[in-house]
């Protein structure tokens, strides 16, 4: 399964991309994760449905110093680009 997630929220400058990171690294989810101009965070993730739903809800969580205040989520169709979790900068 694969997921395009913007969240919304305090989430730039407060550890976010690093803490979606490690999340992904130790649930095995693969993808990347980067800044967006407009003060949103975007992802692109891949995982079975199973650790998808978990990662999900940990990004909903957020950083100890992050407020997320929604999500918007799309599927996507998989890939096989993706070798491991990034976090791509602007």
């Given at each position: 399964?694969?997921?395009?997630?913007?969240?919304?929220?305090?989430?730039?400058?407060?550890?976010?991309?690093?803490?979606?990171?490690?999340?992904a690294l130790?649930?095995?989810?693969?993808?990347?994760?980067?800044n967006?101009?407009?003060?949103?965070?975007?992802?692109?993730a891949?995982?079975?449905?199973?650790?998808?739903?978990?990662?999900?809800?940990?990004?909903?969580?957020?950083?100890?110093?992050?407020?997320?205040?929604?999500?918007?989520?799309?599927?996507?169709?998989?890939?096989n680009?993706?070798?491991?979790?990034?976090?791509?900068?602007?």
């Amino acid at each position: 399964m694969r997921q395009r997630i913007i969240v919304h929220g305090h989430v730039q400058g407060v550890g976010f991309r690093q803490y979606t990171r490690l999340v992904a690294l130790r649930m095995g989810v693969r993808g990347w994760v980067r800044n967006r101009a407009d003060g949103t965070v975007e992802i692109d993730a891949q995982a079975p449905a199973s650790k998808m739903e978990r990662f999900v809800e940990a990004v909903r969580k957020g950083s100890p110093a992050s407020t997320v205040d929604r999500l918007e989520t799309q599927n996507q169709t998989p890939t096989n680009r993706f070798q491991d979790f990034r976090i791509r900068y602007s």
